[in-house]
């Protein structure tokens, strides 16, 4: 299982969950975003692991924003 980070929109704590599981509350009843570590101004096409279980193939900086988008994922940077 992947573990990805979530952080609290309400008090900007910082959670560790596994992929599967579906927490969205914080304990302060914040909603948690997941974040992704990856800077969109240097994007490179290839295969990212980070959006879902499998892999999945992005070409360009727009698909890029749209499967972030579509996954509700927030930049770090």
Same mark, same amino acid.
């Given at each position: %299982? +992947?573990?990805?980070d +979530?952080r609290c929109?309400k008090?900007n +704590?910082v /959670?560790? /969950? %596994? &992929?599967?599981?579906?927490?969205s !509350? ?5 909603i &948690?975003l #997941?974040?992704?570590s990856? !800077?969109?101004?240097?994007f490179k096409a290839?295969? /990212?692991e980070n *959006?879902e *279980? ?5 070409d360009?900086?727009?698909? *890029? +924003?749209?499967e %972030?988008?579509? #996954?509700?994922?927030v #930049?770090?940077f």
């Open positions: %299982m +992947k573990l990805v +979530k929109n008090c +704590k /959670y560790e /969950y %596994m &992929l599967d599981k579906d927490d !509350k914080c304990q302060c009843g914040g &948690l #997941r974040l992704y990856v !800077k969109p101004e240097i290839g295969w /990212y *959006f *279980f499998d892999p999945i193939y992005i360009t900086k727009k698909q *890029f +924003k749209q %972030m988008d579509k #996954r509700g994922l #930049r770090v």
